[in-house]
């Protein structure tokens, strides 16, 4: 299968608060993983990734970790700002070259 | 340094119609990749393009066919419209189809379907 699955598809937090989002993936050859932010109404922007050969990436206060033995992968946003209120979407590339599988998508609220 | 654009921004067409949507690569990009975000959905792949020719597809029909030129640029076309292909479709530009390389989104032509 190629199915990413997403969670939560809400999340609301204080600013200052960390949050974290969770991402599986089905197929095991999947050696690529991006993160993409997408406002309203604009692309979704590129903001981090990570390759099958690295345990964790670091960008400041965005963080990806990934677990290739149970398939998931998580972005970590630390110190969280009004700015950081978006769709967040996982990906995965599957089934061979590189097709990106997105998420389901995750609405994020940073709350004053 | 150009991003990817896409043309045009917003289109509006009716039922059985058929429509042109373009692409034009970010600068040292040769990869082209479509993709059909829903609204409150994730992006879907359509299909990519590279060398001119159409390397992956996903799960769409052949009303759903594409074109890439010798500078890289892409077209979308879809005939016979219905109403459910109504989204905003989405073009990433990438180097190479080894995988693994950051794929870059425009901003997307919004296709309203009447």
């Known amino acids: 299968g190629e199915n990413v699955e997403q969670h939560p598809s809400t999340l609301s937090v204080q600013e200052g608060d960390s949050a974290v989002i969770k991402c599986t993936y089905s197929d095991s050859a999947s050696n690529y993983f991006p993160w993409y932010k997408q406002e309203l109404g604009k692309r979704p922007q590129l903001i981090i990734d990570?390759?099958?050969?690295?345990g964790e990436k670091k960008d400041q206060r965005i963080a990806v970790t990934l677990n290739k033995t149970a398939k998931h992968f998580s972005l970590h946003i630390t110190e969280t700002q009004p700015e950081d209120s978006a769709v967040y979407f996982c990906?995965?590339?599957?089934?061979?070259?590189?097709?990106?599988?997105f998420g389901t998508g995750t609405q994020l609220k940073v709350e004053l | 340094d150009a991003g990817v654009t896409q043309s045009p921004t917003h289109l509006i067409k009716t039922r059985g119609q058929q429509v042109t949507l373009r692409c034009s690569p970010k600068?040292?990009?040769?990869?082209v990749s479509w993709y059909q975000q829903a609204l409150g959905q994730g992006p879907q792949f359509i299909f990519q393009y590279y060398e001119e020719e159409e390397r992956q597809r996903g799960n769409f029909p052949d009303r759903f066919s594409g074109h890439q030129f010798p500078n890289y640029s892409s077209e979308l076309n879809v005939n016979a419209l219905l109403l459910g292909d109504s989204a905003l479709y989405l073009c990433?530009?990438?180097?190479?189809?080894?995988?693994?390389?950051?794929?870059?989104f425009g901003d997307g032509t919004r296709l309203s379907i009447l």
């Open positions: 990906a995965a590339i599957t089934g061979g070259g590189n097709k990106l599988t």
């Open positions: 990570i390759r099958s050969n690295v």
């Open positions: 990433a530009s990438s180097k190479g189809t080894g995988g693994k390389q950051p794929q870059h």
């Open positions: 600068s040292g990009h040769d990869t």
